[in-house]
């Protein structure tokens, strides 16, 4: 296939990778993002709001059309609908609109999952007002229960509810999902399909920080789980992209398992974030960036994957109590059983940290590898909490 690839909404590591694939790609940013990463020699840059279908639409037909295209792929979350819009609009090979909003809409997702895979589903509702979300929770008899926007990432605006009278105090002014807690371990399969044919290319173990739904560490592989779990993983979440009709590219989908019961928390059609991609590359050789950049102009395929440089390799997450950021120390620390091989701080002194509420008001990361996942995960846990953030109200 020829032409060339147009990427959405990237970030400079996703240009760089991008640019690997198509050295002439060009790239559609929102106004105001940066550019000055991603402006290469080759490479075309527009922006345009492509949150706007129309303009975005107009912009694709009067302007990339002309440049000769094989395809528009995006890797972030609000990049995914707008890619597909523009697949639908130049008639070039990707996702369609329909089956983006599926994922993307969690209330649809349910929906979908309610008429075709009702046995990985929990119950949910869309409640009217706080009332109706205790009455629903009370109802099921369930222990705990879960409210989150319609659509959204990184755990924002999403809170655990153990007591329904809490429901009830909630004033709902926007459309929400409720849904019954699944209880069991977290995991997140990170996956590629083509033509229909879906590989589970890693399954990772997630930990969240105390009482929130905020990731406060990942492993791959997923320690623990025996051949007969690794075999139902794959099964059921084959079974879910089949309901959710998603026939290529990468998806990045959360479960919990507990005692041979498979629950599914969401998904998205999209590689998954917080380094996720980074220790499947290392862990596996599979390098899922380049994979979901290439996969529909047919520039990669099979030449993604490279010998693996590790057995495990695990990620966790700094935090610092909320206020103004007035110091940060690193340790000189070496752990044992694992190579450290980056410690980013996402804060600085003068910057402010809030409520560790979301993904956003985490302070950095340590990132290691090793022989063996569980060594590797206390590694960079221990070390995380060994890094010091400093702040003040």
């Known amino acids: 296939m020829s032409g060339r690839l147009v990427v959405i909404g ?38 345009t709001d492509f949150s706007r279908d129309e303009e975005l639409r107009v912009l694709l037909r009067e302007v990339v059309a002309p440049l000769g295209v094989s395809a528009v792929v995006s890797v972030t979350e609000t990049g995914q609908l707008p890619a597909a819009v523009a697949n639908e609009t130049l008639g ?25 895979v009702p046995d990985l589903s929990v119950r949910y509702a869309v409640p009217a007002d706080g009332a109706e979300a205790a009455r629903r929770v009370r109802a099921w008899g369930a222990a705990r229960a879960v409210l989150k926007p319609l659509e959204g990432t990184a755990s924002r605006d999403v809170r655990i509810v153990a007591d329904p009278a809490e429901l009830e105090r909630l004033d ?12 069991g371990d977290e995991y997140s399969a990170e996956t590629f399909s083509t033509g229909g044919t879906h590989r ?29 779990e690794q075999a139902l993983v794959e099964k059921c979440v084959a079974r879910f992209l089949d309901a959710m009709e998603l026939t290529d590219g990468p998806a990045h989908t959360e479960f919990r398992l507990r005692d041979g019961e498979f629950r599914i928390i969401e998904s ?44 495990a390799a695990a990620i966790a997450f700094v935090t610092a ?16 059983g694992a ?16 409520e560790l509420t979301d993904s956003r008001q985490r302070a950095g990361h340590v990132l290691a590898t090793g022989d063996d996942p569980a060594t590797v995960l206390a590694a960079v846990r221990d070390m995380a909490a060994r890094v010091v953030v400093e702040t003040a109200r």
């Open 10 to 47: 990237a970030s400079p590591s996703i240009a760089a990778v991008a640019r690997e694939v198509d050295p002439a790609a060009v790239f559609l940013q929102q106004p105001g993002s940066p550019v000055d990463e991603i402006v290469r020699i080759g490479c075309n840059l527009y922006t």
């Open 92 to 116: 070039t090979p990707g996702l369609r609109p329909e089956v983006v909003r599926r994922f993307q809409d969690k209330a649809v997702m349910r929906q979908r999952m309610a008429q075709t």
């Open 172 to 183: 709902l002014d926007a459309p929400a999902l409720l849904e019954e807690f699944a209880e």
């Open 200 to 228: 589970l290319v890693a399954v990772t173990r997630k930990h969240l920080f105390d009482a929130t739904v905020v990731e406060a560490a990942h492993v791959v592989p997923a320690p623990g789980l025996d051949d007969g």
């Open 268 to 311: 998205h059609t999209r590689i998954g974030g917080d380094g996720i991609t980074r220790l499947v590359q290392r862990v596996t050789g599979v390098d899922l960036k380049r994979w979901s950049l290439g996969w529909s102009t047919g520039l990669t395929g099979a030449d993604v994957t490279t010998a693996p440089e590790s057995g």
């Open 321 to 336: 109590p909320p206020g103004r950021v007035t110091a940060v120390r690193v340790p000189d620390f070496a752990p044992q």
């Open 339 to 354: 190579d450290v091989r980056d410690v980013d701080l996402y804060v600085g002194p003068g910057d402010e940290i809030g």
